[in-house]
């Protein structure tokens, strides 16, 4: 302890930043020479930088995000890993992917390359490795030379199959155009017979043209024609329009004029219901004050029998039950008046809403065909449409001529 108490390490100062990569730089590893920093990025790449922090490149391959990157021993190589299952290694001096190491079945999380080969680390749990001895350059670039002339003879084999299928087609295509010579001539001929044919269809035309501006005329005559009568007809609709609505209005009021007359009924009965009760209450009146009078007397005799003072306070009470009758009986005649100038009331303006229909009625059909007053005392002349209800017809004329 006390001797890790005496070493004092130095305090490290930030010299350059490195700025390039356009998400999180994950890991990065410095050369064997330190000349060059080689940086992984979750952005899908990586980058080579100079350590004066100039950019030498960038290495696109991986499709996920790559972990982690190393150099080789020799700093002739680059290893790199990613999230899409896969190493690569890279040319330092071309910054071109030479291999693609798939093994993995999840992602790979770290690597390292060292004499012994390439070791690699995944999320499943398992440590790969690799041997250095199978990335020899020239066999990878033999292999790749042998694939390309493989393809290569396979893509000659192709077009000389084309090219036999081309000059066979070549052969057909002269057969055909032979053919399409004679049948030039062919055509030719029958030209000549369809520009006389052609000529007398022309000659047709012009005399169904002249037949056919003949039938516009004909035509715009009749479509005139069937404007007016359209006109005609819709004049009717509009005038069987206006007398469906003026039927209807009548109707309306004829129902108004019933409903009156039904109220002026029920308040007639009624009124006449008050009056019997009012001849009622003065019958009974009348016959009280008979009897009131009949006590008077009764009691005027007894008056003359026996001392006055005994009869003095009956005969009061008796006198003020003959004023409140007296009283009683000049309000139920005020009453009956009253109610029999409210029944002249109501039978002058029935008569006034039996005058006012028959006169709307009288107004509302005079008009359309003419025909003689029935009246039988003048010579004038009505118009009344036809079609009119008989009742309304009676009603017109029972009205003044």
Known sequence: ????????LPQPQQQIVLRGHTGEVFGCALSSDST??????????????????????????????VMDCCFSPDDQYLLSCSCDHTLRVWRTATRL???????????VICCCWST????????????????????????????QQARDMAKLEDEKRQLNVNLSNLQNQLGETQQALASSEANAQNIQSDNTKLRTVLQDMERTLAELTESVQTLRKDCDSQQQTVQECEVANTQ?????????????????????????????????????????????????QSALAIRLQVGLLALSFHLSLFPFHFLQTDVEQLQEEKARLRASNRQLEL????????????????????????????????????AQCRCGRCDKQDTIRERVPTRWLSAAASAEC
């Open 1 to 8: 302890q006390q001797q890790q108490q005496q070493i004092q």
């Open 236 to 284: 009717l609709r509009t005038e069987s329009e206006e007398l469906r609505l003026t039927i209807q209005t009548l109707e309306l009021e004829r129902a108004h004029a019933q409903a009156a007359a039904a109220a002026l009924e029920s308040s007639n009965a009624a009124m006449r219901q008050t009056i019997r009760q009012q001849e009622q209450a003065q019958a009974q």
């Open 97 to 107: 992917c030479l291999r693609i190491l798939q093994g993995h079945a999840a992602e």
């Open 36 to 65: 060059l920093v080689l940086s992984c990025s979750f952005d899908s790449t990586l980058k080579l930088w100079n350590t004066d922090g100039a950019l030498v490149g960038t290495l696109q391959g991986h499709t996920e995000d």
């Open 116 to 143: 012994a080969g390439i070791f690699s680390a995944g999320s499943e749990g398992k440590i790969l490795v690799w041997h250095s001895e199978t990335l020899n350059e020239a066999q990878i670039l033999a292999r």
């Open 335 to 370: 009453e009956k008046n009253g109610l029999q100038q409210e029944k002249q009331a109501l039978q002058t303006e029935h008569r006034l809403v039996q005058v006012d229909l028959r006169e709307t009625i009288r107004l509302k059909f005079i008009q359309g065909k003419r």
